[in-house]
């Protein structure tokens, strides 16, 4: 493990005399700065700042003057998505005391937001001169005929009859395929729709939608007190609501759940520990399938990408349909059980004495990945990436659920 020790430039100082005469000494009040800049919590904060400045960086890169206008929109549109999911984890959306006419009405106001915001977003370069499909390619079917909607004539204009022939064409391209009748079941259903109407669902926005009430319900169980029947109860009610709309809007649940998936499988990416809000994943049975290499057909370079897979840990399975299910609250003797069966399945599926000895020393290596996230992301070998990520996420989990870090370390020595 290629671990690197990211020291923190030591405070500058008054120098006495003494201390002058001393150069090249450590004083105490410098060697207590080390010891706080090389503290777990430190080296993880560094970490944290550096993947928000590269974050930064990139959203500076594609709005700059020179700035790639289709580049923006994508950031925006991940940025809109990670709203809409933040948005609905903050509501009381599974909350107790929230009736199934509540849940509807909370999740079409926070979708109706969404909705309006994606659609300004995909104004702004039509107004700066990009073709209508151009901004199709990039946001997607479902997202560019929000555009067409009654609810946002006033702001669409002239921009809604480009956007119609877009989608037009596009559709006689796909005459042939199956997603093309869907299309066509959307675009009436909008024609009839009236101003002020619910707006339609798009698969995607389904799967956010989806991912953001588990979230909220995973936080609403640890609440001080919380009545996790009700919660559960009231958790599977605003699932209820939300596909009565997928069934409603003539959405594919399978396509739905492809992007569920897929969503998760982003977050995790970008910050492992999201993983702890669902059962399949809180203690890595089911992790991300390896990107494939794919060449570029515009460029001919060749780049890494996930094509949205998971494999069960366990047993090696490929995962390619279904939703994953909220976790709720478990105790220690709960994660010791899970830690073990984890480990030893990977135990089990190995060949050869070098590779229980990989196996056992990356585990115990992963007990220090919650404090040290940056070991996991230089960590070339695929197999031990995700093992650290695997361990990482049960601690993640098990801290998650309230148990103390003495208490975590006992879970997982016993666990091993």
């Known amino acids: ?45 560094r970490y944290d700042r550096e993947l928000a400045d590269k974050q930064r960086q990139a ?31 903050a509501s ?20 109706r937001a969404y909705v ?23 946001v997607g079917m479902g997202t560019a005929m929000w555009l067409l909607s009654p609810n946002f004539r006033a702001v669409t204009g002239e921009y809604a009859g480009q956007m119609a022939s877009a989608i037009s064409g596009q559709a006689r391209r796909e005459a042939r395929s199956t997603a093309n009748g869907m299309h066509r079941r959307r675009l009436e259903r909008l024609e009839r729709l009236e101003r002020g109407g619910r707006d339609l669902f798009t698969g995607r926005s389904a799967a956010l939608a989806h991912v953001g009430i588990a979230q909220n319900a995973y936080d609403e169980m640890r609440r001080p007190g919380a009545d996790r029947d009700l919660v559960r109860k009231n958790y599977e009610s605003a699932l209820g609501a939300l596909y009565d709309c997928v069934d409603e809007d003539g959405l594919d649940r399978a396509e739905v759940a492809r992007d569920m998936r897929g969503i998760v499988g982003q977050l995790i990416e970008r910050d492992p520990e999201q993983a702890t809000v669902f059962a399949e994943l809180g203690h890595g049975r089911f992790v991300r399938s390896e990107p494939v290499t794919v060449v570029d057909e515009d460029t001919k370079q060749t780049r890494k990408v996930w094509e949205g897979d998971y494999v069960d840990a366990r047993n090696g399975d490929l995962i390619t349909g279904g939703t994953f299910s909220l976790r709720e609250p478990m105790g220690t003797d709960e994660h010791r059980a899970e830690v073990a069966r984890t480990m030893y399945a990977e135990l089990a599926s190995t060949r050869s ?4 000895k990989a196996v056992l020393e990356q585990y115990v290596v992963g007990s220090k990945t919650l404090n040290h996230p940056e070991a996991v992301e230089q960590t070339g070998d ?22 103390s870090e003495r208490d975590q370390k006992l879970v997982y020595v016993g666990g091993f």
């Open 59 to 89: 959203r500076r890169d594609a709005a700059g003057r020179d700035g790639d206008p289709l580049a923006r929109l994508k950031l925006e549109t991940q940025h809109a998505q990670d709203e809409f999911i933040r948005h609905l984890r």
């Open 92 to 111: 009381r959306i599974a909350s107790p005391g929230a009736s199934r006419s509540d849940q509807g009405r909370q999740l079409n106001d926070l979708h």
């Open 116 to 138: 309006q915001q994606m659609v300004i977003q995909c104004l702004e370069p039509l107004k700066g001169g990009l073709t209508a499909q151009n901004v199709l390619t990039t």
């Open 1 to 45: 493990m290629n671990a690197r020790t990211y020291r923190a430039p030591d405070p500058v100082e008054e120098t006495t005399d003494a201390e002058a005469r001393d150069v090249g000494k450590e004083t105490g009040r410098q060697r207590r700065a080390r010891l706080r800049a090389d503290s777990p919590r430190a080296q993880r904060e």
């Open 382 to 403: 695929p197999s031990a990436r995700a093992r650290l990520n695997r361990a990482r996420t049960m601690i993640a989990s098990m801290r998650g659920d309230g148990i």
């Open 353 to 356: 004495p070098a590779g229980v």
